[in-house]
């Protein structure tokens, strides 16, 4: 028994590498060799036993992580850590057609800014839709922190469906964070803009300039977001920041960070301080916490208005309706994270070494007591610290992130400043263990980790650095997702895995288990309206038509073949192409690429996808399949015949 295990993991080592030896000599050679010539202790043995997963192995979780700058999503496997796919969001994707068929291109387009396409996103946080407060499995929406949009992505083919444009904002960064039954999703504002696109002096910041936060109605059965029934809170300019939703006693109610309540707008005279400096002047910033449930009955009791053709419920209806207030929070924070048991609230600031917890009942006390410190320049009541803090404990220079185990009162905090994660008790508030990562993290991820049902088990450090931890590519680094074992009482560092598509800042991981992708569209399917195309074509009844001036293409694809193998058109036409493909089998996708077009089709089995152009210049274009899909593959062509007029 202990020679075959010996002999499997110096087989997986000895294929992987061959440091100081020929892999033909490695295959031969015993653990022990192995281990001596790689340099590998038996502490690296045991984290790789607890990543390596053998060939056609699965993982137990999925992760979701943002994709920073690429405006994408990343897929991967936890505990391998092997990249499973990209998802195309805010950025055109060729691998999956998206941004080159006509079907994404429409998703693409309703992120459009004033008019502008956007073909860049800055992706920030994933959420997973929530029934009851844990994970559905169903739907992900993530936001673009530059242009302030949401995308929805179905988990049933993990392709984008929808993106929203918040009405009122220039910028956010809060979102997106689900209510426990995803009946809302928060969003908020990042930097202060007037809520109309005309130029406001800066002189005016106070009066016009705001901040807020978008509570987005989701409609679970459609998974879209009804920017119809959603409406939006205006806030000071007070940079507000990373949100969460209540649950258990806090349902009901949503919790904004804010960073610069300094309301500082920079050198805009000569010889003031810079905003990194004019935004630390006070001591703390304030969380503002908003009452969605008791808004949401102002909404459909018809008593909030609609500005930009969108609801807004001004800070004077918000203060007298009593659903809003603001409570000092540890200065320029980044995560608020409400408990499993929707009691306790961990806020991090960069600028206070110690994580604040706060106390549900004592917050919901001082509001049924109405007793108040006093109110903000804008009215909103102030909620005394004493009235609201639970503890404080000391978790490290830099905190900014927290995420909770399945052990009750634990939690886990993201020192950026220190690298190092603090885990810790919010119960009793102390300090339970510490492990040092590399470098600079940003956010943390633990298993199902922000539901009322965390699994534990592991933890992902997503760290803003890596300098030295990987092969030298270039000034440019790759970022570094940590994997840590937090099973036993000590947390235990066994994975650092490359990421090179963009800044993951935040991530998601839910049981594999709960998700059923489904492995072919029904037949002639339109992936992005999740519907029957009104250009599919069963095999036999391919044609070509001339409708209102445009030459529709209905052709199917199927191994080996691209019926039809010739169209002709005259110069000046405008064409459009609508491909089926045929297959049922699984993994048989077909692409489609043209010669002197910026085109490439992922036509998966059952999808109808379109490309529509005009021909304007007389000659010879072939066209091919991009997908090796069998052994007759490169048979699989066509041409394009412009014929001039
Ligand atoms: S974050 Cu987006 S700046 Cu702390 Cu959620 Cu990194
Ligand atoms: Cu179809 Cu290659």
């Known amino acids: ?53 053998p060939t056609g192995g699965r993982d137990e979780y999925l992760v979701f992580a943002s994709g920073g700058q690429s405006g994408q999503i990343i897929v991967y496997g936890i505990p391998s850590m092997r990249i499973l796919k990209y998802i195309g969001v805010f950025t055109p994707e060729p691998w999956q057609g998206y941004g080159y068929d006509d079907e994404s291109k429409e998703v693409l387009k309703q992120g459009r800014i004033q008019g502008q396409d956007i073909t860049f996103g800055d992706t920030h946080h994933p959420a ?57 999703v928060m969003e908020a504002a990042q930097y202060p803009a007037p809520f109309s696109s005309d130029f406001v002096p800066l002189s005016d910041f106070n009066d016009t300039y705001r901040g807020g936060v978008t509570y987005w109605k989701f409609n679970m059965e459609e998974g879209r977001i009804k920017p119809d029934e959603s409406f939006t809170f205006e806030l000071p300019p007070y940079s507000q920041d990373l949100s969460d939703a209540g649950k258990g006693p806090s349902y009901g109610w949503g919790f904004t960070n804010s960073f610069c309540s300094e309301r500082y707008v920079g050198g805009i005279e000569k010889g003031r301080p810079p905003f990194e400096a004019g935004c630390s002047q006070k001591d703390t910033d304030f969380l503002h916490i908003t009452n969605w449930k008791k808004a949401a009955e102002l909404v459909a009791a018809g008593k909030v208005e609609k500005v930009n053709g969108s609801y807004m419920i001004p800070m004077a209806q918000a203060i007298k309706e009593e659903l809003l207030y603001l409570v000092p929070e540890p200065k320029s924070p980044h995560g608020v994270d409400v408990n499993p048991a929707g009691n306790r609230i961990i806020i991090a600031g960069k600028l206070d070494s110690h994580a604040w917890v706060y106390s549900w009942e004592k917050i919901q006390k001082a509001i049924a007591d ?39 009162c634990v939690v886990y905090t993201s020192a950026y400043v220190d690298s190092q994660i603090t885990k810790w008790d919010y119960c009793e508030g102390k300090v339970l263990d510490q492990v040092h990562i590399h470098y600079n993290v940003g956010h943390l991820m633990s298993m199902e980790g922000d539901t009322v049902s965390p699994d534990g088990k592991y933890l992902v450090s997503l760290n803003k650095l890596a300098i030295d931890r990987f092969n030298p590519v270039g000034p440019l680094h790759p970022q570094n997702h940590q994997l840590i074992d937090i099973s036993g009482e000590k947390m235990q560092l066994i994975y650092d895995m490359p990421l090179p598509l963009g800044e993951p800042h935040y991530a998601v991981a839910i ?89 490439n089709l992922s036509i998966e089995p059952g999808k109808t996808a379109s490309y529509t152009f005009t021909a304007d210049k007389a000659g010879v274009y072939p066209y091919y399949c991009t997908e090796f899909c069998s052994a007759l593959h490169l048979e699989m062509q066509g041409y394009l015949l412009v014929k001039p007029k």
């Not at 949009?149 to 964070?177: C, M, W, Y």
């Open 128 to 184: 997973l839709t929530e029934t009851d407060g844990d994970y559905n499995g169903k739907f992900l929406i993530i936001n673009d922190k530059a242009n302030p949009r949401l995308a929805v992505i179905d988990l049933h083919d993990f392709e984008t469906k929808q993106i929203v444009v918040n009405p009122f904002f220039k910028s956010s960064h809060g979102g997106a964070f689900v209510t426990p039954n995803s009946e809302y």
């Open 370 to 408: 109405k007793k108040f410190e006093g109110k903000d320049p804008y009215g909103i009541p102030i909620i005394a610290l004493k009235d609201a803090l639970h503890t404080q404990v000391a978790v490290g220079l830099g905190p900014l992130h927290n995420q909770y185990d399945s052990k009750e």
């Open 511 to 599: 049981k594999a288990d709960k998700l059923k992708p489904a492995v072919r569209y029904k037949s002639g399917w339109n992936s992005r309206t999740d519907s029957r195309s009104i250009y599919r074509t069963r095999a036999g009844r391919e044609k070509v038509e001339k409708v209102d001036g445009v030459t529709h293409v209905y052709g199917t694809v199927i191994r080996s073949h691209i019926t039809p193998e010739i169209i002709e058109v005259e110069e000046g036409d405008t064409v459009s192409l609508h491909l089926t493909n045929l297959e049922r089998a699984e993994d048989e996708t077909h692409g489609f690429a043209l010669y002197g077009q910026s085109v």
């Open 1 to 53: 028994m202990k020679v075959n295990k010996k002999r499997a993991l110096s087989l997986m080592l000895g294929l992987t590498m061959g440091l100081g030896a020929t892999s033909s000599a490695f295959s031969q050679a015993s653990l022990e060799d192995v281990m001596k010539a790689r340099g590998l202790t038996q502490k690296d043995l045991l984290a790789a036993a607890k990543t390596y997963t």
